[in-house]
């Protein structure tokens, strides 16, 4: 299998360093907020390159954090008058619903930044000790100069970056020995969280937190860190020096980076007014649609999100999910039989689309030529099913399809479930009655199906439904 490492800018072999274990570190969201549709695209990418290590039987121990203590949580707090604890806490909640709906998988733990307080203080004590960082009135600085191979993963050299030393500085940075140091620890102030820590109340740098984490639950060394391109510098660049510094073995093998979502060819941003949460795209498509999109494109490329590709992943999709309903039709009119021996030459021409759809998952994730795989085996199958064949056929062609869309967190069946006839009336009904302007009818029968178990979306192109 082939990894593209941002460290060496190479495709190399990727080699857990304990053989079938893979131990990978994934930096997740700032909560302050819903989520938006550009966090959604780290978290479907490095969800299914988990779901392929496990696939080809790899242990996958993935660890992904919330960052729930920073600035912008705290302003946020504040400008709501609310604890920033309590805030976190309630975008945490709301981030897992967006994950869960996306299909991305619980990471086998998910560290909370407040939660590992302690860790991060015995760090920063080991950098201090070890001459790699020092205290000035309650802040503590990582001193840049000192890690020798700092800007090995940006690619960065220190006489560049104090060039454009401007756009590192931080608080406190008159204090600073040399501009090009980031904090590890800064002190209170008025209306802030805070801890306890052998240089005063105050509270960790992000950067910090990642190292901290990453070792607490993988150890010194793990195979993969990834995350957003914006993370090469400087977060994972100071995260290097940080581990590095502290524990003297290499910190991450493979540095894996995942390209920008733009909306209509532009920055995503509140200014530009193009601006979308996970929940507003939801509000208009179903999530594997969000999801299959974002997999048709190779996860280090930039991503345009548009209206018109939406409805064209909308489309392609549909002509899985039909496939797929095809399949179960067929289910129930084929003859309960072993397969013949016709059904099995027939049978064997599919290894030919899961060898591709391997082959370039090995070849450094290529999820859209996968997909591509994926298309073929539903192209094979609607030719098949022009002729009746055994039960054991039918099945067999169910798993083989079930199996590859799993590895790309996708589930055909999904929106197949048969709406009983009484479910379909209280539907139209509610349709009328919103018709009618009689929203209390309206929100009355929606909350009767969610009783049942049914949710109800209303979206651009009428009501869509699916089990709670
Ligand atoms: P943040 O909460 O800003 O730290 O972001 C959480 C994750 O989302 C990081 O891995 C970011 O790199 C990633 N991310 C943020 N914006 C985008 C975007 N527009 N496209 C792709 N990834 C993004
Ligand atoms: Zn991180």
């Given amino acids: 299998m082939q990894i593209y490492n941002t460290m060496t800018k190479k495709k190399e072999t990727f080699e857990p360093l304990e053989p079938g274990h893979v131990r990978m570190y994934v930096c997740g969201p700032t909560v302050y907020n819903l989520i938006h549709i550009g966090n959604a695209r780290p978290m479907i990418v490095f969800d299914t390159v988990r779901r392929y290590f496990a696939y080809k039987g790899m242990d996958v121990s993935y660890v992904s954090n919330f960052t729930d203590v920073d600035d912008k949580i705290i302003n946020e707090a504040n400008a709501q008058g609310i604890d920033a604890g309590e805030l976190a806490e309630h975008f945490i909640v709301e981030c897992k619903k967006d994950m869960e709906a996306l299909h991305v998988m619980p990471a086998t733990v998910h560290p909370l930044a407040t939660q590992e307080i302690p860790e991060m203080i015995e760090l920063i004590s080991t950098l201090i000790d070890k001459g790699f960082a020092y205290e000035k009135n309650g802040t503590v600085y990582f001193s840049t100069r000192k890690f020798k191979p700092y800007g090995k993963l940006s690619h960065k050299n220190l006489d560049d970056l104090r060039a454009g030393e401007r756009d590192l500085k931080v608080t406190g940075e008159d204090e600073k020995e040399d501009a090009l140091d980031f904090v590890l620890w800064k002190p209170k102030k008025e209306g802030e969280p805070f801890w306890k820590s052998p240089w005063g109340d105050g509270r960790p740098g992000w950067h910090t937190e990642c190292s901290a984490m990453a070792k607490k639950y993988l150890g010194d060394s793990i195979d993969i860190h990834a995350g957003g391109e914006d993370l090469i510098f400087p977060h994972h660049e100071n995260e290097i020096a940080q581990s590095e510094a502290a524990n003297d073995v290499e910190f991450a093998r493979y540095w894996m980076h995942n390209g920008f979502l733009n909306i209509d060819n532009k920055k995503m ?155 379909e009336a209280m539907i139209e009904k509610r349709q009328q009655a919103r018709k009618a302007k009689d929203f209390a009818t309206a929100d009355a029968i929606r909350d009767e199906l969610l009783a049942k178990g049914i949710v109800l979306e209303d979206t651009r192109e009428g009501v869509k439904w699916h089990k709670a």
């Fill in 269 to 423: 941003s509140k200014s530009l007014g193009n601006f979308f949460t996970v929940r507003d795209i939801l509000a208009q498509y179903d999530p594997q649609v969000v999801r299959f999109f974002m997999l048709n494109a190779h996860y280090r490329s930039p991503l345009n999100f548009s209206r018109e590709l939406m409805e064209a992943a909308k489309a392609s999709w549909q002509r899985i999910v039909t496939a797929r309903g095809a399949l179960e039709d067929a289910m129930k009119s084929s003859e309960d039989a072993d397969m013949t021996k016709e059904e099995k030459t027939l049978y064997a021409q599919t290894d030919a689309f899961v060898s591709e759809f391997e082959r370039s998952m090995e070849d450094d994730f290529n999820t859209a030529d996968a997909m591509a795989a994926i298309f073929e085996l539903v192209k094979f199958v609607n030719i098949a099913l022009k002729d009746t064949h055994t039960k054991d056929f039918i099945e067999a062609l169910k798993e083989r399809m079930d199996i590859l869309l799993d590895v790309m967190g996708l589930n055909a069946l999904i929106e197949q479930g048969d709406l009983s006839d009484e479910i």
